[in-house]
């Protein structure tokens, strides 16, 4: 599926409130453009029996107090390693989602500091393979959704009975 057609999908599944169709419809540009710097429309996210995505605790090797939580997103079922339990943990199962409704949902994971998308390509003539691994950060995400928000709400066209 493509970027337009994922996108389209986000704003009539939305909440039919009135209000969260437009929203979606607003941050569109930016999930767009996030998603188009990655190299699949689609990934595998490793889910729970209850759908709750698996979250990843990642702690800095200097500083090990320090920590962020990660959930990671695979380009195919090949690329998930054994140790995340995909196909030998009954409870763990790869799901494979759009691109922009991981990132839609990233918005509001709190709990969750980054997607971590992993892309493995094989280069079939070697037989060797390149793992690139993409982090977008919730932060960031949320930064950028805002200013696409004031910037629409600042260009929105000045009513003629104002005064």
Do not use: C
């Amino acid at each position: 599926m493509n970027l337009e057609a994922q996108i389209q999908l986000l704003i009539e599944n939305a909440p039919k409130d009135g209000r969260t169709p437009k929203l979606v419809a607003a941050i569109a540009p930016a999930l767009s453009a996030i998603a188009q710097q990655l190299s699949h429309s689609n990934y595998y996210v490793l889910q729970n029996l209850d759908q709750e995505w698996v979250v990843t605790t990642l702690s800095n090797r200097g500083n090990p107090q320090q920590q962020k939580r990660v959930v990671y997103a695979f380009s195919t079922l090949q690329d998930i390693p054994t140790s995340y339990g995909a196909g030998l943990d009954p409870q763990v199962i790869a799901t494979p989602m759009p691109v922009t409704h991981i990132l839609f949902q990233l918005m509001a994971l709190e709990p969750v500091d980054s997607i971590v998308f992993v892309d493995t390509n094989v280069i079939r003539s070697t037989s060797t393979s390149d793992t690139n691994e993409i982090e977008i950060r919730r932060a960031d995400l949320q930064n950028i959704i805002k200013q696409i928000l004031h910037q629409k709400r600042n260009s929105a066209p000045v009513p003629p009975d104002i005064a």
